[in-house]
């Protein structure tokens, strides 16, 4: 008896560590490994210890540095970069943190990010984050004609568009008691340099090299905020303004003057009704105008533009029994645009606008069934478009010419409903179907010269869109890791005032990853190999004729990743990574030629450490771009860096 | 089993919202009669091992921080009353690692929620709420330890972080053309919010996310491109990443063709398009952009043309 009983609680005991192992276990896999991380500059420090390192690179360049820069963000010979973080508490329990990364590898100045903060737990809590990035563009990407023939470059191509980023956010939250706290918060964003465009302006078609848009911009957002909670009631006040203020130009020949400023306040409700059931409201109101200007080459007009936005939201939460979500709610949004163009006292331009629009949703969560969790959502929205847009002014305004009187209803409908199934804690499947409807009911427009738009005329029209992926996520004990996903549209949109005019998108992408990170010891041997697709097809009821421009894409990115770490008794690591990606576009290659791209790194790492929290680490990584259009490069970069723990 | 407190059926009653309304956590679980609290120092005569770290960390029990409402402190907040605990000799009756480990999202999301209410109001609805994941899993290290370089707060790159589980974005940042996640330059809480509130571009409308930066795509406009206006930027754009330049969904030509295809004017080459003929141009290796360069709105040109 007593046998029985020990084997009973034994029997018991192991079903009950089957059950709780993969509960456990799946703590785990829910986030595999941290991602590989085999780009990180070197001597990048990660970690709890406060750390710094300090780098020196060299980089010996061939071929076009143009579109070099663009993917290594590296136009310098000679280069630093630098790396710090630190935490401290002190005494009385705050916590401080100061990090910073910046390097002068783009455009010679210091990029980079500073990110500090301090926190009072449960009680106050401030941050300041500045980035300050370069961007930098290639313009010939796009290009793809049967002209353009290896190799390249051609002559045309000058200069580097590249685009510097300043951002800067302040914020502070400050609980003033278990009921009240306050929130604050400043953030500034400026734009300067130039970016490529698509543009290749009038006449200019072909193999002309795109030209590019100038930035100098600011824009500046002071908010803030107060929330109060009690028992079950919570809210939250918060109000903003937002100016931007700059210029802007397209190719140097169509200049934007930036005189934009929002003021908006939101105020959000929620109410506990019970165990089951939550209300959830906001409300949003916000008014923007532009008074800047437009010099198009030949006259400059100047602008007045206002539009106000009203939002207001109720929204139902509830628990359904043991296992079910339930989100509904009802949203109704008012926007109202009044906007004249001016040249000297006479209005050229102008448009009043009305849009309401409503949309109700609902969604439910299930996760009743063992290891599967079922999520669908059906939203049905309406909107009305009441617009008048005139050259010279509305009717009902001073200065009348020429308009056309736009109504329009649209109607539309989504259903989306994903499904994600574990077996057990190494696999998992995830299917998403999304369904779109879309009616767009346009009435015959209203012209004070009859047979005279001013505007293009879309006519009714009718959208229907099914979007569906399929994700297979595997783990192979704890090293291994195999992700394959499908993802497709089709969609057919007809223009039921062209004749039923009907064209068809059908798009498919495909994406499989396989990751593998054995290893402990000596050797650890890491890497992925993706493989990517992206079909799209326009077809057309009667079909285009052969000679017409592009209007099919097959592309494919496959990229291989193999790596591994090598440890040499207790102060010698060595590294090697390699990264092979190809990409090809074969669509309407009967006509236009087919693209290649090739891109090759190499990255050999050895790290040597000094004492046991420095360390040193030299590395020498080969990139080599080879395309079949423009682009041909080769990059050595050589690297010293000093790295410590403290 | 006795020697466990067990959750009751009725815990998956405690949604994270529904805690942010005053109800502890601890209430989830049947806690025996006449258990009680003892304060963290009792705790940690035997537990020293976490208070060598536990001291650092946000949650210390020198902190005074409570449960508001509830004066419920330090470990016993999460874990609920110690005194049964003490007297076993630290044999079970209490709310241990491995309990928590096996309770759903709800409970999980709860412990943290009775005290960061403000996250829970966030949280339900949110995009990981239904989801195996809770706060724990992203904010690893922070409840016990010093809370400033885990690697949630990695800040070179947090993507990363988020990326582990959304492999097929990975894939995106890498594609020609995206926006830089990667490389460090911008964030995915620059767009997302990981705790998000109910939908949060449902009301304010997904171009609200977009138009944070690119703010003069907001106008206002006399003319406005309803693909802009009336639907959203990702109607046109990919934001993650794209094979096709400004991160367009797929070649221009063909993207603009999609909706502004006419039949009945595609007699041959001639392809006409509102009142003007494009066929020329068509066949002429133009671009869509080479003209309508103003295509998110103009102030000037009905037809977003560069005049």
Same mark, same amino acid.
């Given at each position: 008896m007593k046998m029985k009983r020990t084997m009973t609680v034994t029997v018991l005991g192991l079903a009950l560590l089957a059950f709780a192992l993969p509960a456990l276990a799946e703590e785990t896999v829910d986030l595999?490994?941290?991602?590989?991380?085999?780009?990180?500059? +070197?001597g990048d420090v990660i970690g709890l210890d406060d750390h710094g390192a300090a780098t020196f690179q060299a980089k010996d360049p061939h071929g076009n540095e143009a579109k070099g820069a663009e993917d290594w963000q590296l136009v310098q010979k000679y280069s630093g970069q630098g790396l710090f973080g630190m935490f401290t508490t002190n005494d009385s329990g705050a916590n401080y943190w100061l990090r910073a990364y910046g390097d002068n590898?783009? +455009?010679?100045g210091l990029v980079g990010k500073v990110d500090m903060g301090g926190n009072i737990p449960g009680r106050f809590k401030w941050s300041i984050d500045y980035r300050d990035f370069d961007y930098f563009y290639d313009r010939t990407s796009e290009m793809r004609a !049967?002209?353009?023939?290896? !190799?390249p470059p051609p002559p045309e191509l000058d200069g580097l568009p590249s685009l510097n980023w300043r951002r800067a956010s302040i914020r502070a939250d400050y609980r003033l008691s278990d009921q009240f706290s306050l929130v604050g918060g400043f953030n500034r964003k400026c734009r300067y340099g130039d970016k490529g465009s698509l543009l290749r302006g009038?006449?200019?078609?072909?193999s002309s090299v795109p030209g590019t848009k100038l930035f100098d911009t600011t824009t500046n957002e002071f908010w803030g905020g107060i929330g109060f909670a009690s028992g079950s009631f919570g809210s939250d006040l918060n109000v903003s303004y937002r100016g931007t203020d700059g210029t802007r130009s397209l190719e140097g020949r169509h200049y934007y003057k930036d005189d934009q400023t929002r003021f908006g306040a939101k105020l959000g409700l929620s109410y506990v009704l019970s165990d089951k059931f939550k209300l959830v409201g906001h409300g949003a109101t916000s008014k923007l105008e532009n008074t800047g200007w437009d010099h198009t080459g030949i006259s400059t007009y100047d602008l007045n533009g206002e539009t106000t936005t009203n939002t207001g939201q109720l929204a139902l939460l509830a628990r359904l029994g043991k296992s079910a979500n339930l989100a509904a709610s009802a949203k109704f949004q008012n926007l109202e645009t009044d906007a004249r163009t001016n040249l000297a006292a006479d209005i050229r331009q102008a448009t009043d606008r009305k849009r309401d629009s409503q949309d109700y949703r609902i969604g439910i969560n299930y996760h009743?069934?063992?290891k599967t969790s079922l999520r669908l959502d059906y939203k049905y929205g309406t909107s009305n478009l009441d617009q008048t847009v005139a050259e010279?002014?509305?009717?009902?305004?001073?200065?009348?010419g020429e308009y056309q009187i736009t109504n329009q209803t649209r109607t539309q409908q989504d259903l989306n409903f994903r499904a994600r199934y574990r077996f057990g804690s190494a696999a998992s499947i995830k299917a998403v179907v999304a369904w779109r409807n879309q009616e767009i009911d346009q009435k015959d427009p209203v012209l004070s010269? !009859?047979?005279?738009?001013l505007t293009y005329w879309m006519g009714d029209r009718n959208l229907e869109r099914l979007r569906w992926e399929l994700a297979l996520r595997m783990r192979f004990g704890r090293w291994v890791r195999f992700d394959i996903g499908h993802q497709a549209i089709d969609q057919t949109f007809e223009?039921?005032?062209?004749?039923?005019?009907e064209s068809t998108w059908k798009a498919n992408r495909g994406f499989s990853n396989l990751t593998w990170t054995p290893g402990g010891g000596i050797l650890d041997l890491y890497g992925m190999f993706s493989y990517g697709v992206e079909e799209y097809a326009l077809t057309t009821d009667p079909e !285009?004729?052969?000679?017409?421009?592009?209007?099919a894409y097959n592309g494919s990115t496959m990229r291989f990743t193999p790596g591994a770490n090598l440890r040499l008794g207790d102060s010698l690591t060595l590294e090697g990574h390699y990264e092979g990606v190809r990409f090809e576009d074969t669509g309407n290659d009967d006509v236009i030629k087919k693209l290649q791209a090739d891109h090759d790194r190499l990255r050999l790492r050895a790290g040597f450490?000094?004492?046991?929290?420095t360390k040193v680490s030299a590395s020498y990584t080969r990139n080599e771009f080879d395309e079949n259009r423009w682009d041909d490069y080769i990059h050595h970069l050589y690297a010293l860096s000093v790295s410590g723990t403290f | 089993m006795l020697r466990l407190i067990l959750p009751v059926a009725?815990?998956?009653?405690?949604s994270p919202g529904i805690a942010a309304?005053?109800?502890?956590?601890?209430?989830a679980f049947d806690v025996p009669d006449g258990a009680g609290y003892v304060g963290s120092e009792t705790c940690l005569d035997c537990h020293d091992d976490v208070g060598e770290f536990y001291a650092n960390s946000? @949650?210390?029990?020198d902190r005074g921080l409570a449960i508001p409402g509830t004066g419920i402190a330090g470990?016993?907040?999460? @874990?609920?009353?110690?005194s049964l605990h003490v007297e076993e000799?630290?044999?079970?009756?209490i709310i241990g690692p491995e309990i928590l480990a096996g309770q759903g999202q709800g409970v999980k999301v709860a412990m943290c929620t009775q005290c960061h209410t403000d996250k829970g109001l966030e949280w339900t609805?949110?995009?990981?709420?239904?989801?195996?994941?809770?706060?724990?899993?992203?904010?690893?290290?922070?409840v016990h330890f010093a809370?400033?370089?885990t690697p949630v707060s990695e800040?070179?790159?947090?993507?990363e972080f988020c990326l582990q589980c959304h492999t097929a974005q990975v894939t995106d940042f890498r594609l020609?053309?995206?926006?830089r996640v990667l490389e460090g330059q911008i964030d995915c809480q620059d767009c997302h919010d990981?705790?998000?509130?109910?939908?949060?571009?449902?009301?304010?409308?997904?171009n609200s996310v977009c138009l944070?930066?690119?703010?003069?795509?907001?106008?206002?406009?006399?003319?406005?491109h309803e693909g802009v206006a009336a639907e959203d930027c990702v109607t046109c754009h990919r934001?993650?990443?794209?094979?096709?330049d400004k991160l367009l969904i797929t070649e221009s030509n063909s993207m603009c063709l999609q909706c502004h295809f006419e039949q009945g004017f595609n007699a041959g080459d001639n392809w006409t398009m509102g009142s003007q003929a494009h066929g020329g141009l068509l066949n002429g290796e133009?671009?869509?952009?080479?003209?309508?360069?103003?295509v998110h709105g103009s102030n000037t040109d009905p037809n977003f043309k560069d005049q």
């Open positions: 595999p490994a941290q991602a590989e991380r085999i780009w990180a500059p +070197t590898a783009g +455009t010679g !049967p002209e353009f023939a290896a !190799p009038f006449g200019n078609t072909g009743g069934l063992s010279g002014d509305v009717p009902g305004g001073g200065q009348v010269s !009859p047979g005279n738009e223009r039921k005032d062209f004749g039923m005019a !285009p004729a052969a000679s017409m421009n592009a209007i450490d000094i004492t046991s929290g | 009725g815990i998956l009653l405690l309304g005053g109800v502890s956590f601890v209430d946000p @949650h210390s029990p470990c016993e907040a999460c @874990h609920g009353p110690g000799d630290g044999d079970g009756f609805g949110g995009p990981h709420a239904g989801t195996n994941i809770s706060c724990a899993n992203c904010h690893t290290d922070q809370g400033g370089v800040f070179r790159n947090k993507g020609p053309f995206r926006h990981p705790h998000a509130s109910f939908d949060q571009t449902a009301w304010n409308g997904m944070e930066c690119h703010v003069e795509m907001e106008g206002p406009f006399v003319y406005e934001p993650h990443g794209s094979n096709h133009a671009r869509c952009y080479d003209c309508h360069t103003e």
